[in-house]
């Protein structure tokens, strides 16, 4: 049995390493990423930190090696990764953990890391090292936010547990909660912000209002995901 969970995450490790290489260009800027965040957390949610680390590492030499990316491949994605994973089973199993573990190992360990590594291996002038952290945050909470509904949708439909346990990695129970709910709808923000950012890529929309239109999304859905909290709150305090 140990021997068959042992072939399934790898099985599965080198899946989410082949979508990772192939989703990373999606939206790609030199300092943000936010499909490889995407992949970090779901792959330690569902493996666990150590195999997010190597998840996370593999996809990044593969793209140093094959896309020509400088090594922030790396150092924007390694501590996240780990941390991910680390926050994950820290707070028993609570998925918004996981993405704070992300933000936090890439949005600032992995930010800063970068400058150095940048600077005396790249040979890449005019860094300071806060440089990455404000493109960095921005692609874990893009990232996050659509692992956070995509793994919070398979939490609430019992498929996360059932997974955890086919490949032999720690099960939680994340219940549902009206703050989880709260979270879920203002985290749709970050996937109406890809879709119209793919769509405008592809269909040449450089009109100024469809990048106003990609901001607005989801300072809307993080509106109404606000009242949704307060409503049901204030109704379950009467109750």
């Known amino acids: 049995m140990k ?9 599965f490790l080198a899946m989410l390493i082949a979508v990772g290489v192939v989703i990373s260009p999606i939206l790609r800027v030199e300092g943000m ?8 957390i779901v792959c330690s949610v569902l493996l666990g930190p150590w195999y997010s680390l190597l998840c996370a590492t593999l996809i990044g030499v593969i793209r140093m090696a094959t896309m020509g990316i400088p090594p922030i491949a790396l150092t ?3 501590f996240g990764a780990f941390l991910s994973g680390v926050f994950y089973r820290l707070s028993k199993g609570k998925i918004i953990f996981a993405v704070l573990g992300e933000i936090i190992g890439t949005g600032i360990i992995g930010a800063i890391a970068s400058y150095p590594v940048m600077t005396l291996l790249w040979g890449k002038e005019g860094l300071s090292w806060l440089f990455y952290v404000p493109s960095f945050i921005c692609g874990t909470l893009i990232g996050g936010s659509i692992a956070y509904v995509f ?10 547990a059932q997974m955890q346990k086919k490949l032999g990695s720690l099960s939680y129970h994340d219940k549902t909660s009206i703050l989880s709910d709260s979270l879920t709808i203002a985290a749709l923000g970050a996937i109406l912000w890809v879709v119209i950012k793919v769509a405008a890529g592809v269909f040449s929309l450089t009109e100024p209002v469809w990048n106003v239109l990609s901001y607005l999304a989801p300072a809307a859905t993080i509106a109404v995901g606000l009242i949704y909290y307060i409503v049901k709150k204030a109704k379950t305090s009467n109750e």
């Open 3 to 11: 021997h068959t969970n042992t072939i399934l995450k790898l099985v």
């Open 33 to 40: 990423c936010p499909m490889a965040h995407l992949i970090n």
């Open 76 to 78: 924007g994605a390694i």
């Open 151 to 160: 793994l919070r949708k398979m939490a609430a439909s019992g498929m996360l």
